[in-house]
């Protein structure tokens, strides 16, 4: 499914902070067996909380299957509130009726950005160039949305045996400069027919730590998939398999990693370390296009597994601090996260 498909949840209004106040660790030390809530088979991860007068409470999370999978399309019918005031005992569930409980547009806070680096040394480019590019190209147009928006970007980058991570196309919202960056590759583009596999995987994991670090100075959050394709092994000896590794699960926890390999040079087990999200392999230059699209629904599916989930408290203005637990259920599975909100303020006319 493409990406634009799924940003149908997230439709583009502004949002309003005003006296905002923001938590940042997610937890709570309150009780919660009281609930008895399912097995907790997914894994909610809290990104931010934050309050907005009159009474909106916000919580921006990541939703990922037991097995790390990300778990993408979720909708308002998927979650259920439960607060804790001082009063209470235990949890009570807040209904629809009093909370107004809507996934709301994550576009101004977030910020995707992927990075394509493709392995353009010489067995790549006398041998199945043409295969490569247009695998590239179904991945941009199933990746990027239809409509450009700035929380979605993707970049593209190369690599021979030369100690450079080359940039073809910077972070852009443009499907078509990216189309035209793909075009543009000719044959004659390297200088060096080797393979700094390694160098180019601890170039790509320090650009897509910076491009967070950005973010977050622009007070947006931020996640971004690196995906690298090559046909062979490292062969520049560069820098070592070990250092790569390292490179890859020192990485920010909102930066994923897929791989891509080619042919019967490639070294699997390798690239599976490397593509700690997910790797494909194609046994020739045919099922290329077949793999970068399998990979393109795991960088959508990324993508679309952070939610603002927003709802109107009904708790008012000296009630102090309150716990609030989610609960998510998807299908046979269940998780939930929980936090707190100071309600200092809160009064009525939440919409």
């Not at 097995?39 to 934050?50: N, Y």
């Not at 070592?240 to 699960?249: F, H, I, K, L, R």
Request: charged content about 20%; overall charge negative.
């Amino acid at each position: 499914m493409k990406l634009h498909a799924l940003l149908a949840l997230f439709v583009l209004t502004s949002l309003s902070y005003s006296c905002s106040s923001r938590d940042d660790d997610g937890n709570s030390t309150t009780d919660i067996d009281c609930l008895n809530l399912g097995t907790q088979e997914l894994d909610i991860t809290i990104q931010e909380s934050f309050t907005t007068l009159p009474s909106k409470v916000s919580v921006f999370f990541k939703v990922n299957g037991s097995d790390g999978s990300p778990v993408a399309g979720l909708t308002p019918s998927n979650f259920t509130i439960f607060e804790q005031g001082r009063n209470d005992d235990c949890y009570n569930e807040i209904s629809n009726s009093e909370a107004s409980g809507a996934i709301s547009p994550n576009a101004q806070i977030f910020s995707n950005n992927t990075l394509l680096v493709l392995d353009l040394s010489n067995s790549v480019l006398s041998t199945s160039l043409q295969e490569l590019k247009q695998a590239s190209s179904s991945f941009i147009s199933n990746v990027m949305p239809a409509i450009p928006t700035d929380s979605f970007k993707m970049a593209i980058y190369w690599f021979d045996g030369e100690d450079v991570l080359h940039e073809l196309q910077p972070l852009t919202t443009s499907a078509t400069m990216l189309q035209e960056a793909i075009d543009g590759i000719t044959e004659d583009i390297s200088n060096d027919p080797s393979t700094d596999l390694y160098g180019a995987v601890i170039k790509a994991a320090e650009i897509a730590d910076d491009i967070i670090d950005v973010s977050e100075n622009e007070e947006l959050f931020a996640a971004a998939s690196v995906v690298i394709f090559t046909d062979g092994t490292d062969q520049a000896a560069r820098y070592t398999e070990q250092e790569a590794v390292d490179a890859v699960s020192d990485a920010d926890d909102d930066v994923s990693f897929f791989t891509i390999g080619l042919g019967s040079e490639i070294d699997e087990g390798i690239l599976s370390k490397i593509g700690q999200t997910e790797s494909v392999f194609a046994s020739n230059a045919a099922e290329l296009e077949s793999v970068f699209n399998d990979i393109s629904n795991g960088v959508a599916a990324q993508a679309n597994s952070f939610y603002l989930f927003e709802y109107c408290s009904p708790k008012r203005d000296g009630s102090g601090m309150n716990n609030l637990v989610i609960q998510v259920i998807n299908g046979n599975q269940d998780g939930l996260v929980q936090t707190s909100f100071d309600a200092t303020g809160f009064t009525s006319g939440c919409e």
